[in-house]
């Protein structure tokens, strides 16, 4: 039994993190979708990426924490990070700028822009 309150402890404290996680990446997406670049590192402006840099570790962090605990858990990785990792790194010439790839996200995760 105890291993069985332990695991619903992580579990739950997985959800937090998770939470956590996705409030933080939405906090980004609102930056971006503001008009600041660099979250998506689609142009190779040292400045840029430098200021996007404490976000992307915070995110780096809280994902390893939540994969970790999804691990211990017997469940799959944790897919909305590795999703917005996939969407970063350099675009073709006619893609959206950031801002605008800001917004889509933070349409599809159901947050406002404001």
Do not use: C
Not at 8 to 25: F, H, K, M, P, Q
């Amino acid at each position: 039994m105890a291993k069985a309150d332990r695991l619903e402890r992580l579990d739950a404290r997985r959800e937090e993190v998770e939470a956590e996680y996705r409030a933080a990446l939405i906090d980004a997406l609102r930056v971006t979708a503001a008009g600041r670049w660099g979250l998506f590192d689609h142009q190779k402006d040292k400045a840029a990426r430098a200021k996007a840099a404490p976000v992307i570790a915070a995110l780096e962090e809280l994902a390893g924490k939540i994969d970790a605990m999804r691990d211990t858990l017997g469940i799959e990785p944790f897919a909305l990070h590795a999703e917005f990792m996939a969407a970063r790194g350099p675009a073709a010439a006619d893609a959206v700028g950031e801002p605008r790839q800001a917004k889509a996200w933070l349409e599809r995760l159901g947050a406002d822009v404001v």
